[in-house]
């Protein structure tokens, strides 16, 4: 079949190249779409009756977390290829190399031990002590939401900050994905990209940021349906691991595992093998608490 509508993509990868900095597309999406989902937890979390602040030192671990996880999965990936050879690049982030699930799983991890230790028994005895008075922590810590009520408010911001990042994606052309014949597909022209000379190909991480911003959608209309909490969060992930997992079949991914498939596909299919049984055991719809103007009024 002919290429009826290819898109041609003509944008240096990189914002800025200036004087030894170099600022990239990718690396400025990803920026905003970190900014944006914390901006939109705050605020969601604020009108859930959340502490504001509570909310943001939350987010801070959230995104030490998911450092580490984007960079260890990607690590593991690549270690045949890369790493065995030279260890030293594993802590050379800034030259690239992440992985979106480990962001995820990292970010999770991170945010959920902060929220049980900021909220353990002991940690208030500690600080609630008039020994202490002198370091200005004479006082209780207020306790911080749970992990699974914050979880459920943060996971339609994850998936459109996971598109907005994936707009980078769209203008550099690292992410390279299979040819096509379909009546659509797109072009990289400029000589910087990483996609440049390819023949048209599918839109992969268009498709995924097409899908992000539908799931999240869905999680929108479901927010006050499922319970109990972190059924919410349960469903963002169970969600995008499947869309993830097929899309990855157009996707051209250097290392590839059991049955061919990718490190994407079989963390994915990890993830859906735990949060799909969850959600048939755990969750159910419940009607929608009747909100007041007072409550939608609420920032």
């Known amino acids: 079949m002919d290429i009826l509508a290819t898109i041609s993509i003509p944008f240096d990868p990189d914002l800025i190249r200036t004087a030894g900095f170099i600022l990239s597309w990718h690396g400025f999406f990803t920026f905003v779409a970190v900014a944006v989902a914390v901006y939109l937890t705050w605020r969601w979390g604020r009108r859930d009756g959340l502490d504001g602040d509570a909310i943001l030192s939350v987010s801070t671990w959230c995104i030490i977390g998911g450092i580490v996880g984007a960079r260890v999965l990607h690590v593991i990936d690549f270690w045949d290829d890369i790493y065995q050879y030279d260890p030293v690049r594993i802590i050379q982030f800034w030259n690239g190399g992440i992985a979106i699930f480990g962001a995820y799983l990292g970010g999770f991890a991170g945010g959920a031990t902060y929220i049980t230790v900021r909220n353990a028994y002991w940690l208030q005895r500690v600080c609630d002590n008039a020994a202490l008075r002198w370091t200005g922590m004479h006082r209780p810590f207020p306790q911080i939401p749970s992990v699974a009520h914050l979880a459920d408010i943060a996971s339609p911001p994850l998936l459109i900050a996971l598109a907005i990042g994936r707009i980078g994606d769209v203008i550099n052309g690292e992410h390279w994905s299979s040819f096509t014949n379909l009546p659509w597909g ?55 691991s499947a869309g993830r997992f097929f899309i990855s079949f157009v996707r051209e991914e250097q290392n590839t595992y059991v049955f061919g498939f990718n490190e994407a596909q079989l963390v994915a299919l990890v993830i859906m093998l735990v949060t799909v049984p969850l959600l048939i055991y755990r969750a159910r719809l419940v009607r929608p608490p009747a909100r007041t103007e007072g409550s939608r009024d609420r920032n």
């Open 186 to 240: 797109w072009v990289y022209t400029d000589p910087d990209s990483f996609g440049y000379g390819r023949p048209a190909s599918h839109p992969a991480v268009a498709y995924e940021l097409i899908f992000c911003l539908a799931w999240a959608g869905v999680l929108w209309l479901l927010r006050d349906r499922i319970q109990p909490r972190g059924m919410l969060f349960a469903l963002f992930f169970a969600g995008y």
